[in-house]
């Protein structure tokens, strides 16, 4: 017995410390870009979502090849889909990235794909807690995401993420995003994974304030 209760008290220490750090990164980046050090702080984006993504595994309580499946079909598929945006204007419009999201294939940064398995994970872990149904779900799921990019579409083009022709973000945008992430989450589901509900939350609200935040910062 008192084992398991190390082992569960172990879990729920790398949790803590993976929200801790979560709030750290979000909290200090947005000081730090209002304060003016915004080329700084934003060009350490890739290394934010590098460590984002290597805490949102941790939290994991049983990291099986279910988890890696996955993440693999996440990343692949969010990797050609914005290719197929990228350069035939497919799903989301005709835009371009920019280059503080790093390195890139083909024109599309990797950190695009991370950014895709981040997103579908976290919120198919809050989803599933409110809903039993799997389609259920998979709308919460996709829904929590097209709020979120509604907010970050409207920072990307200041932090030099991406930018839309004409500046413009065209409502094709939001629906294909809500399609994909239908997609992913339906795949999710139906692979049962099983995900920190506690960090998911943080890391959705912290992300979502970033943004809302910013949002503000510059439409005010």
Do not use: C
């Amino acid at each position: 017995m008192s084992q398991v209760l190390n082992i569960h008290r172990l879990k729920n220490n790398s949790v803590n410390i993976s929200i801790f750090v979560i709030w750290l990164f979000h909290l200090t980046a947005m000081l730090g870009v209002s304060i003016g050090f915004e080329d700084w702080f934003v060009s350490k984006t890739p290394i934010n979502l590098t460590i984002i993504f290597l805490l949102l595994v941790w939290s994991f309580p049983n990291r099986t090849w279910r988890l890696g499946l996955a993440i693999g079909v996440f990343f692949i598929g969010g990797m050609l889909f914005e290719w197929l945006g990228v350069h035939y204007g497919l799903f989301f419009g005709n835009y371009e990235y920019g280059n503080n999201l790093g390195p890139k294939f083909s024109g599309v940064p990797y950190f695009i794909g991370i950014n895709w398995v981040v997103l579908t994970v976290v919120t198919a872990i809050i989803a599933s807690s409110i809903f039993k149904n799997i389609i259920a779900r998979a709308v919460l799921g996709a829904s929590l995401m097209v709020f979120l990019d509604f907010f970050l579409e409207q920072s990307a083009p200041i932090f030099d993420f991406w930018v839309f022709e004409n500046g413009i973000v065209p409502i094709n945008n939001y629906i294909a995003w809500f399609g994909i992430a239908l997609l992913f989450h339906l795949i999710y589901q139906r692979l049962n994974l099983k995900g920190s509900l506690k960090f998911s939350y943080h890391l959705y609200i912290a992300q979502l304030l970033f943004f809302v935040y910013f949002y503000g910062f510059y439409n005010v």
